[in-house]
């Protein structure tokens, strides 16, 4: 039964978590700037992320620097990002793209659309500072946060599965 043997193919978990580290990465630094060139204010992001562990005073002064929101709003943000680099290794993993750059990409810039509706939206009802981030930058953030970590797993385990001498299957 070849056709079923890609259901069993698990992801693989380390490069699925630095995968996650490396698209949050490139959205951090994406959403920073955005929002500084948008006269926000380079801390606002780290404000919004930061009150949904702090509260909503976490939002009192946006655009000034806090070292306890930055921390907090590092932490929320990377154990998210991981989080979501092991959804999209779950999702990659049964089907081996066998180096398909353009297909993982492609699997990346839907599973960034779906975070970013399921945050500006969905999320929106326990934290609805988020629908004042709603707007195209973020969503092309949230496609490039996509692409970088299926591009960053499909990248990353190859080379695991180079070093272990055959393909996982």
Known sequence: MQSHQWAHRLPDWRAAAMAGVAGGVVFLVLDLMASALSGAGLWAPTHMIA????????????????????????????????AMGLILGLIMAPFHFDSSWGMAS????????AVYLFNFYGMTSFFPWFAEARGWITLIAHVIFGIVMADAYLKMEAKEEDRSGSALA
Not at 60 to 71: K, N
């Open 106 to 113: 492609a699997v990346g810039a839907v599973f960034g659309l």
């Open 51 to 82: 009150a949904i562990v702090m509260g909503s005073g976490a939002l009192a002064s946006p655009a000034s620097f806090s070292f306890a929101i930055v921390v907090t709003a590092l932490i929320v943000h990377f154990v998210l990002a991981i």
